[in-house]
């Protein structure tokens, strides 16, 4: 897979309202998306920090996988994403490095995307999602 940028900075918060107007008031972002992903149980928001995003994460549900990360770590830096080409075609490849994968196949993700996530165990540590725009014709 050929990464082009970080496309995104994703942190679990329990209160993405407060969690918007901390970023909009300390340090001048302007949040330009909310947004809900009901598969994933998750509410999210989004800042442009130079080319980078942020994206706060807020959990839909108790059950959701941010609802049990904060349960589990509390707030913070939930993961970090890679923009690229042919996730489709990425997943086989990483799998066949010995990276382990969460998601075998893309899913929709915010924004249009689409996303697969890979195990931390298998890259340090780290939560690390790959994620590419599709165009639409």
């Known amino acids: 897979m050929e990464i082009t940028?970080?496309?995104?900075?994703?942190?679990?918060?329990?209160?993405?309202?407060?969690?918007?107007?901390?970023?909009?008031?300390?340090?001048g972002f302007k949040c330009y998306a909310v947004e809900e992903v009901a598969d994933q149980k998750v509410k999210t928001a989004f800042f442009m920090v130079g080319q980078t995003k942020i994206e706060l994460l807020e959990s839909t549900s108790p059950d959701g996988p941010i609802g049990k990360f904060i349960e589990k770590k509390g707030e913070g830096?939930?993961?970090?994403?890679?923009?690229?080409?042919?996730?489709?075609?990425?997943?086989?490849?990483?799998?066949?490095?010995?990276?382990?994968?969460?998601?075998?196949?893309?899913?929709?993700?915010?924004?249009?995307?689409?996303?697969a996530f890979l195990h931390p165990k298998s890259t340090f540590g780290v939560l690390t999602e790959i994620c590419e725009k599709i165009e639409t014709k």
């Open 5 to 27: 940028h970080i496309e995104h900075i994703g942190i679990a918060v329990k209160d993405i309202e407060q969690a918007i107007k901390f970023y909009e008031e300390t340090y």
């Open 77 to 115: 830096i939930h993961h970090i994403a890679f923009a690229g080409k042919n996730v489709k075609e990425a997943l086989p490849e990483l799998e066949s490095k010995g990276v382990l994968l969460i998601d075998k196949q893309p899913r929709k993700g915010a924004e249009g995307l689409d996303i």
